[in-house]
């Protein structure tokens, strides 16, 4: 199958072409960009066409994958413009902007047999079949999740502009909301969300969050881009703590470690390198052949889920 990537982000560049490379599946790589001077691009042995309009590239590139990397404001015109012309689609989170433009677009792809997914990939790393088994092995179960995760977000950034996409609740909120969802597969019953940071013209820049689910399950968190970089999970449940390193961005090449303690006894698990990208577009690849749309109904249930923290993160500033 060939992929069109629409917009060349420093995470495109970074984590989705050599993703793309790595993938015998993928026999092409079509890139539309508006930089005159890519020079990621030019050591690329995948590398078909380079386009600088993205209403072009839709049209002219025959029906495959088209996996959006562009600034938030931007993901609904384009996610729905590929649907049309046939295209399976991947976006980076948020994959969409709001709820209703989600079930839309959701139910678009549905009735034309396409894949529709957000690329939060970070949960097909082995690291989580690794937690299932070191759970296995306790016989326990998670009660509670603790996250942070405060990626920096250089100043120039289209992140720090609202009317582009950007602040935290976009950028953090789709991993707030979607941990649950790995760990439990349920959405939760309640969400609640202060506002910690915003910026002059009010765009929120870090935020802190309880999600419950059922069976009294809690996901307690904070996330932005003020504070200094922080990356880590600890799940709870009776009588034991796993420590997780790095669990929403972890680099392919680096070994994740579970530090797991029960009692007064404390383990190392450690998880071989893997890089959840192209495990991510591998899965949506076979997705697609076998024509299962279902595959992206995570995003979905994750665009509901991050309407209410939106809704609660209002409500706590009295902004409703």
Not at 81 to 92: F, I, K, N, S, T
Request: charged fraction near 20%; include cysteine.
């Amino acid at each position: 199958m060939n992929v069109l990537l629409v917009g060349l982000s420093r995470f495109a560049e970074k984590r989705v072409l050599p993703a793309i490379a790595s993938i015998r599946a993928i026999e092409k790589v079509d890139v539309v960009t508006s930089r005159a001077d890519a020079p990621s691009l030019g050591s690329m042995a995948k590398l078909g066409t380079v386009y600088h309009d993205w209403n072009e590239a839709l049209s002219a590139a025959p029906p495959g994958l088209v996996y959006v990397s562009l600034v938030n404001s931007l993901h609904a015109t384009v996610v729905r413009r590929a649907l049309e012309h046939g295209h399976h689609v991947v976006a980076d989170k948020p994959g969409l902007p709001d709820r209703e433009t989600a079930e839309q677009l959701v139910s678009l792809a549905r009735a034309s047999s396409l894949v529709l997914s957000e690329a939060t990939c970070y949960s097909f790393h082995p690291l989580f079949v690794a937690v299932e088994s070191v759970l296995a092995e306790l016989g326990a179960e998670v009660a509670n999740a603790v996250a942070v995760f405060t990626p920096p977000v250089p100043p120039e950034d289209w992140r720090w502009d609202a009317a582009r996409g950007g602040g935290a609740l976009a950028d953090t909120g789709p991993y707030a909301v979607s941990l649950g969802r790995v760990l439990w597969g349920t959405a939760p019953e309640r969400i609640d969300a202060v506002v910690n940071d915003r910026t002059a013209d009010g765009l929120e820049t870090s935020f802190s969050m309880l999600a419950g689910y059922p069976g009294g399950r809690t996901v307690v968190g904070q996330f932005g881009f003020t504070t200094a970089y922080q990356n880590m999970v600890r799940l709870m449940g009776k009588g034991f703590t796993i420590d997780i390193e790095r669990p929403f961005s972890a680099p392919p090449d680096m070994a994740v470690e579970l530090r797991v303690r029960t009692g007064d006894r404390a383990t190392v698990h450690t998880v071989e390198p893997a890089d959840s990208m192209q495990l991510f577009l591998s899965a949506v690849l076979d997705a697609a052949e076998r024509g299962s749309p279902d595959f992206g109904l995570s995003l979905l249930g994750d665009a509901r889920a991050l309407a209410r923290l939106r809704r609660a993160a209002s409500a706590s500033s009295g902004l409703l």
